[in-house]
C-alpha cells in the first residue's frame, strides 16, 4: 500500500511563495508517477502538475506554467510543489497523487493513490 501525506499549505497573499510537500511510503515508490492535483470551492478538481518515475519527464497545466516546479527526491520518497508568484485563484486544496503504469498523466482517473490534501489560502 502506498501512503502519501501532504504538508506545506497555508495562508499567503498574492505574490508570495509556498512549498508543498508530499512524502511517500517506500513501497514501489521508485517507479510511480506523482502528481498535484487542486480543488477550489465550487469548482471540479483540476490537474496541476506531474513527474515521472526518474524526474526526467514533466507536465504543467497551462495556468501554473512558469510559477509553479514539481521536483521529485527519491532519496526522501517525496516530492516538492515550489509555488511561486501566487495569485488569488491558485487558492484550493491540493492533493498529492501517485500512479503506477502512467507517464505524467494529467488524468485523475489514472491514479490509485491520494493523499488528504493540504489547503492553500491566497488573499489579495
Known amino acids: 500500500q502506498v501512503q502519501l501525506d501532504e504538508s506545506g499549505g497555508g495562508l499567503a497573499q498574492a505574490g508570495d511563495s509556498l512549498r508543498l510537500s508530499c512524502a511517500a511510503s517506500?513501497?514501489?515508490?521508485?517507479?510511480?508517477?506523482m502528481s498535484w492535483f487542486r480543488r477550489a470551492p465550487g469548482k471540479d478538481r483540476e490537474f496541476v502538475a506531474a513527474?515521472?518515475?526518474?524526474?526526467?519527464?514533466?507536465s504543467y497545466a497551462d495556468s501554473v506554467k512558469g510559477r509553479f516546479t514539481l521536483s521529485r527526491d527519491n532519496a526522501t520518497n517525496s516530492v516538492h510543489l515550489q509555488m511561486n508568484s501566487l495569485k488569488p485563484d491558485d487558492a484550493a486544496v491540493y492533493y498529492c497523487?501517485?500512479?503506477?503504469?502512467?507517464?505524467?498523466?494529467?488524468?485523475?482517473?489514472?491514479?490509485?493513490?491520494w493523499g488528504q490534501g493540504t489547503q492553500v489560502i491566497v488573499s489579495s
Open positions: 497523487a501517485a500512479a503506477r503504469g502512467v507517464v505524467s498523466s494529467s488524468s485523475q482517473y489514472d491514479y490509485a493513490y
Open positions: 517506500r513501497h514501489t515508490f521508485w517507479d510511480f508517477t
Open positions: 513527474i515521472n518515475w526518474n524526474g526526467g519527464t514533466t
